[in-house]
């Protein structure tokens, strides 16, 4: 499996963005998503996860601010971003698994991960 982050750039505090991945070599429809992020000098840590029937957890610190979301037509998941703060500067990465954990924020529980898009917010 394969999963492929796009979207990252820089926006200005309070800003919008939307990241987007794409899965491949999995059966999409059985796989959980997850985005991670990591700062410089910070641990990875997950930000927000969608199970395979739409159920969703956000960290407390986005929660509000960012919603998830899957289309299964385009094997694509979402990270909708607003009210962007400089802290949320970092690399975003997007992860599956077939595992059947739920909408598990646990980063050691997911398999596939992408190279990462790197997301700045400026004052």
């Known amino acids: 499996g394969q999963v492929t982050e796009s979207g990252g750039c820089v926006v200005q505090t309070g800003g919008s963005l939307r990241l987007s991945c794409t899965a491949s070599?999995?059966?999409?429809?059985?796989?959980?998503m997850g985005w991670f992020r990591q700062a410089p000098g910070k641990a990875r840590e997950g930000v927000a996860a969608?199970?395979?029937?739409?159920?969703?957890n956000y960290a407390v610190s986005v929660k509000g601010r960012f919603t998830i979301s899957r289309d299964g037509a385009k094997n694509t998941v979402y990270l909708q971003m607003s009210s962007l703060k400089p802290e949320d500067t970092a690399m975003y990465y997007c992860a599956a698994t077939d595992q059947l954990y739920g909408a598990t924020l646990i980063r050691s529980l997911y398999k596939f991960w992408g190279q990462g898009t790197q997301v700045t917010v400026s004052l």
């Open positions: 969608i199970d395979r029937i739409g159920n969703t």
């Open positions: 070599g999995v059966d999409f429809d059985d796989v959980a």
